[in-house]
């Protein structure tokens, strides 16, 4: 089955760290890039970054620059976003998408089924 598996979210307090994994199953992400999405109560889906699986490049919008970075892992065919000095505006439910290109663009083919982020003391 063809499909973008997520996992590692959870209650956090803020200041903390979460990482949030991607595994992509039935396919490889070699030649895919990586988008990371997040969706919080009541606000528009954000667009938050992008990984391009072949060779790690990364960019991050501002809001989130400098405190979460992505990494790969070619072994397991997936997808890290590791967030660190979390705050309560990161709550949300984090998705992430795949598509086949190098570098993300505004439709995915594949999407992650999102994972709840909560930020809170």
């Known amino acids: 089955q063809v499909q973008l598996v997520e996992s590692g979210g959870g209650l956090v307090q803020p200041g903390g760290s979460l990482r949030l994994s991607c595994a992509a199953s039935?396919?490889?992400?070699?030649?895919?890039?990586i988008g990371w999405f997040r969706h919080a109560q009541g606000k528009e889906r954000e667009g938050l970054g992008c990984i391009k699986f072949r060779d790690g490049t990364t960019y991050f919008v501002d809001s989130v620059k400098g405190r979460f970075t992505a990494s790969v892992d070619n072994a397991k065919n997936t997808v890290y976003l590791q967030m660190n000095s979390l705050k309560s505006e990161d709550a949300a439910v984090y998705y992430c998408a795949a598509v086949r290109s190098h570098w993300c663009r505004e439709r995915y083919d594949y999407w992650g089924q999102g994972t709840q982020v909560t930020v809170s003391s």
């Open positions: 039935g396919f490889t992400l070699d030649e895919y890039a």
